[in-house]
């Protein structure tokens, strides 16, 4: 049973970090990223479908992304559709792909988006931390339920602050990386 609360701290924690990445790549850098458009959906035959499985999205410049939609009338739902998300881009097209300009960052806006890389890592942070805890209460319940020894739990307990810091050093290491992203020029 104590395997079992272990296997599921770890499955949750690796959950957290790779929600915090997906997050994270959404946090717009200096350069080109066409995962960045991951989280946008059209209007595609009536269902709202991911903009990466209806065109093909690519970085061909360090400071360009172009999207090459499979058919030729989605141009202007694409375009209406990069508007509305209020990621700061505008869009033009050639008549057969959509051409997205990555202007260079402001050292402010830099700042503020290492804030909120910040923020996103604490988020993670957070989870990784309400996993520990909650498994250190199943710990215990089963613990009184079948009658298992103080020391093996305290040995547990050990076990799951040992696995929470080594997730939570794996965000600092990744909060770094972003941080470097987005200070790159």
């Not at 300009?101 to 931390?129: C, D, F, T, V, W």
């Amino acid at each position: 049973m104590i395997k079992d609360i272990l296997e599921k701290i770890n499955l949750g924690m690796e959950k957290s970090i790779k929600h915090s990445q997906n997050e994270l790549i959404k946090v717009r850098t200096g350069r080109a990223n066409p995962d960045i458009f991951n989280s946008i959906h059209i209007d595609y035959y009536g269902s709202q479908t991911a903009l990466n499985q209806v065109s093909t999205i690519s970085a061909p410049e360090a400071r360009l992304i172009t999207i090459l939609p499979y058919e030729k009338q989605l141009i202007p739902v694409i375009e209406k559709a990069i508007i509305e998300s209020n990621m700061g881009y505008s869009p033009s097209n050639n008549g057969t792909s959509i051409l997205i300009p990555i202007p260079a960052l402001s050292q402010e806006r830099r700042n503020e988006m290492i804030k909120y890389a910040h923020q996103l890592i604490e988020e993670g942070k957070i989870s990784i931390r309400n996993i520990r805890r909650d498994g250190i209460q199943q710990l215990h319940s089963h613990g009184k339920k079948d009658k298992i020894s103080e020391d093996i739990i305290r040995d547990n307990e050990i076990e799951i602050q040992t696995i929470t810091d080594g997730f939570i050093k794996k965000l600092d290491i990744i909060q770094k990386d972003k941080e470097n992203e987005i200070l790159e020029i």
